[in-house]
């Protein structure tokens, strides 16, 4: 017996002219979604590729354009102020870091609000140290160096030898804190005295109504300290060494700053803004350059 093996065979489908036409729309939208789809995503690709050029070329405008960010600025600030401290030799002097750092961004307020004159000097006095101390600080920005570095009386309801209470009413007998701008000098009953312009509201504002002056006294000397533990106390003004306050009047007088600081709670200061301070920096370094 032989076997034969017969191929397969299917029905043939025939299609109608309907089911033709459908399958040719359907093949069209299948074929038309697709291409769509990859123009889209092409699309997508080409936008974020592009904004990625975009920003860079902005951070690279940004970085050669030679303009410093505000942080690099504040970091320029802080190692400027670190480096006058040190090249002033404040810290062998024992002046607080802080204090001249508050000082400097005080002098940089109203240098830039035209409130100073072009002299780079500024006084500083610390009323934490006691009257026995040296504790008024007068220094050359320009040439590093301290100038003068003086015994100060304070008022004598601030306290007896520790300075502890301020108050910038009149007849308070009391020193007052902040930013001063010195003017011109008098004769007055103590001799060459120096005009102080207060200008924290509310902390030193009445200093040209309370007098409160820069002047001379006996009562400030060593050899006070030696008779009595402690220095003389004035009715509010910074008092100076009898011997030397000629020459620190002569040479602050006419526009320079004068900071008196004491770190009481409530004490504020418009002048104490930094971001200003780095605006006026800027503007030195640029004139430097």
């Known amino acids: 017996m032989v076997f034969r093996i017969c ?4 029905p043939k489908i025939v299609l109608n002219k309907k089911d033709k036409i459908l399958k040719i729309v359907r093949n069209f ?17 080409s936008s974020d590729k592009s904004l ?24 320029q600030f802080e190692n400027h102020v670190k480096c006058l401290y040190n090249q002033c030799g404040l810290s062998e002097s024992d002046l607080s870091f802080d204090v001249f750092k508050s000082g400097l961004i ?26 026995t101390e040296k504790r008024l ?6 040439k590093k160096k301290v100038l003068y570095h003086s015994l100060v009386a ?16 009149p007849n308070s007998l009391m020193s007052s804190l902040g930013f001063y701008v010195t003017e011109n000098t008098y004769q007055g009953k103590h001799g060459l005295s120096l005009v102080l312009e ?15 002056v820069i002047h001379s006294a006996e009562y400030v000397s060593e050899s006070f300290i030696k008779c009595n533990g402690r220095l003389g106390r004035s009715h509010g003004c910074p008092a100076l060494p009898v011997d030397s306050h000629r020459e620190i009047i002569n040479l602050i007088k006419g526009g320079t700053l004068l900071y008196i600081h004491y770190p009481i709670k409530n004490y504020k200061s418009q002048y104490l803004n930094k971001e200003n301070a780095l605006k006026e920096y800027l503007k030195e370094t640029v004139n430097k350059s």
């Open 154 to 169: 304070h008022g004598k309801n601030t306290g007896v030898n520790a300075a502890i209470k301020f108050s910038d009413q």
């Open 52 to 75: 990625t050029r975009q920003n860079s070329l902005i951070a690279s405008e940004d970085n050669s354009s030679g303009q410093p960010t505000k942080d690099s600025v504040e970091v």
């Open 7 to 10: 191929p397969l065979t299917y």
């Open 106 to 131: 005080g002098y940089y307020n109203l240098r830039g609000n035209g409130s100073l004159a072009s002299r780079k000097i500024i006084s500083l006095i610390d009323f934490q140290k006691t009257s």
């Open 198 to 212: 207060g200008m924290d509201q509310g902390f030193n504002s009445n200093a040209k109504e309370r007098c409160v």
């Open 29 to 45: 939208i299948i074929v038309f979604v697709f291409v769509v789809h990859i123009v889209l995503l092409s699309f997508t690709f």
């Open 137 to 142: 600080w007068i220094i050359d920005l320009d």
